[in-house]
Nanobody
């Protein structure tokens, strides 16, 4: 029943910034884990960041210090601020709710259709 509408992707040069947005309908947003996944071309989907409902946030090693997640429970919206984008950040980015990650693999959860981010040198 959960639906996601992601937006904010685009094509930028290295060093630029983008902010992704995700509006969520259905489910219990304020008590759910929210986050962002991404899938680079030819590679597996990977976790970018997870924001747990009690305030804990976990970032992937490659984005620490550059990306920041935030959430607005009143608007059922989650954001991803991406600074100093690099070519290796090129991927389709997905908003996710309650993902299950085991042994480094994303084996469950819900996510949207994604938004493309392309970073050139």
């Amino acid at each position: 029943q959960v639906r996601f509408v992601e937006s904010g992707g685009g094509s930028v040069q290295a060093g630029a910034s983008l902010t992704l947005s995700c509006v969520v309908s259905g489910g219990t947003f304020s008590t759910s884990t929210m986050g962002w996944l991404r899938q680079p071309p030819g590679k597996e989907r990977e976790s970018v960041v997870l924001s747990y409902p009690f305030g804990t946030t976990t970032y992937g090693d490659s984005v620490k210090g550059r990306f920041t997640i935030s959430r607005d429970n009143a608007k059922n919206t989650v954001y991803l601020r991406m600074n100093n984008l690099q070519p290796e950040d090129t991927a389709v980015y997905y908003c996710t709710q309650d993902p299950t990650i085991l042994g480094g693999r994303i084996i469950g959860g819900s996510w949207g259709q994604g938004t493309q981010v392309t970073v050139s040198s």
